[in-house]
């Protein structure tokens, strides 16, 4: 039996057939182009069920399941976009339109971080944990919270809002309408934004030799700069390194996850990150030196976390 | 079939027998004495648990289990004190230590936190819920998370600790060890830290008044003098229900539970407390206007939470 995962973004609607040992037999993807309408994007996921089931010479029988990973707040109950911005939806029944294109049986629906986070627990680098949370450092702070296999979300399914946790209380805006959230601090944004404020404040930095090389200003940036021992730059990794310590140590305190995974674009920065966080993370930590800790590790399987997930929603 | 409670504090070990509805039939309570040492400590508890089922006429075989909630780092799995100061244990495996003193073949045990948010779970403000989360607004500001009917508190089972979230990054100092810590701003100990540098502030503040008539400061002071129309006062309380709500927020953004139950001396306030505290969770909440949101609402159990909830680990 072959599972289906489809990875539904704001620009492109991904999809892949994996098997029972959670490995990607094959991919596909189209525009999203959500301008065109909800039922053009639910043709479009049961248009890639059809062409991978085709291609691979299988039957709907074949197909255990359809998983989508969806951006927004979705009601995985009811199979429902609540709403997402970039797909310009709100209220839509997607599951259910996506039946009348496809006999695959079962289809089901989660938050993309959510599904990220049971892509990297059943098939990356939370395998075999007992509980696990991902957190993902790109144009926001993203997080998931596996449960034995299973997402956990809340009563209504809108949990893992990681990235909305208050670190800063009136501090830094967000554009969720509080002040001082994670997302605000630790995202690839908010380091660029820092970078930036940093290369204003000292004409001399390093950042600006990083800027010519590399064209922007982007998430690697100060890491770069801070490893050919420029000061203004250490600082703004140090900052960085901080908060993203503070917000892991709360989720830790609360919650213990055997794996805490770390994922996007930041995360690639290796041990220029994890030494100086775990570092900050022993010194914080509620409960020391009793029973087993927390591992931080780096997620496994990029952008395939989504595929991979939603294929064992 | 019956259960006992165990609530094992610095100063007093209380035990009640509890039916299948979670009645409680009767209670009893010693000296805890933890200076006395540890064995000590397990022979109380065995020795109540006998007089509760001989004052009942029961049998050990009418008991189905007993359980223990004490305070500390404990680990349920291995029945195991590892760290509590206020007992000055380390590392006591209370459990095989009392079963040596009683036939009950089932003991568990847990933080007393975890155990009262399964009190209120089982039998009070969170009866019926899929998930809740209890937050006690006490000395510190304890935690536990409830799902399905049982506690989760991570795979090493020392989570929960809601209390040293820090809300407010390089914040006021926390016990802990970390700076900004939720307990910092929330619990009734720093509400009176904040209550007495008020009336340092303003010698002209009712508070001065409420302090007369009370003989002290305490965790009501604040909402008295408010009530009464004191500017200072007020804006304590502002300053309270602002972090209180932040936590509060914050949690519900991760975990969406069913019901949020608010226990300790602070939860007592009532409306005074309740009202500007759900209108500013109203504001600052992550996904609004869609689907179910969590419930605040006052602990009902009291003391008995711990009671309740440790005959049910």
Redesign the interface.
């Known amino acids: 039996m072959y599972g289906i995962g489809i990875d539904l973004g704001g620009t492109k609607t991904a999809a892949a057939l994996i098997d029972e040992e959670n490995r990607i037999v094959s991919k596909l993807s189209v525009p999203t182009e959500p301008e065109k309408g909800n039922d053009h994007v639910a043709d479009n996921i049961a248009g890639l069920a059809e062409k991978l089931c085709v291609d691979a010479g299988l039957t709907y029988r074949d197909v255990k399941q359809m998983g989508i990973a969806a951006p927004g707040?979705i009601?995985g109950e009811t199979g429902t976009i609540?709403?997402a911005h970039n797909l310009m939806m709100e209220?839509f029944h997607i599951v259910d339109r996506i039946r009348l294109g496809t006999k695959i049986k079962v289809i089901k629906i989660d938050n993309d971080a959510n599904v990220a986070a049971l892509g990297e627990a059943v098939a990356g680098a939370a395998r075999g944990?007992?509980?696990s949370v991902m957190i993902t450092l790109g144009t926001g702070v993203g997080?998931g919270?596996v449960?034995d296999g299973k997402v956990?979300?809340?009563?209504?399914?809108?949990?893992?809002?990681?990235g909305?946790?208050?670190?800063?209380?009136n501090?830094r805006p967000c554009n969720?309408?509080?002040k001082?959230c994670w997302e605000a601090?630790s995202s690839a944004t908010a380091l660029i934004a820092r970078t930036k404020e940093a290369m204003e404040r000292d004409p001399s930095s390093e950042l600006h030799n990083v800027y010519k090389e590399l064209g922007k200003v982007s998430g690697k940036s100060a890491f770069i700069a801070a490893r050919r021992g420029d000061k203004t730059a250490a600082e703004v990794v140090d900052e960085y390194v901080?908060?993203l310590a503070?917000g892991i140590?709360?989720?830790?305190?609360?919650?213990?996850?055997?794996v805490l995974c770390l994922g996007g674009g930041i995360s690639n920065e290796g041990a220029g990150l994890m030494i100086p966080l775990q570092k900050k993370i022993d010194e914080?930590i509620?409960?020391r030196g009793?029973?087993?800790?927390?591992e931080i590790r780096i997620a496994q399987l990029g952008n395939d976390a989504g595929l991979i997930g939603a294929a064992n929603l």
């Open positions: 707040a009601n609540m709403r209220d944990t007992a509980c997080g919270f449960i956990f979300s809340g009563f209504n399914h809108i949990g893992g809002e990681f909305h946790m208050v670190l800063h209380h501090g969720c309408g509080r001082g601090y901080s908060y503070c140590v709360n989720v830790i305190n609360m919650l213990q996850p055997e914080e509620f409960v009793i029973g087993r800790s927390t």
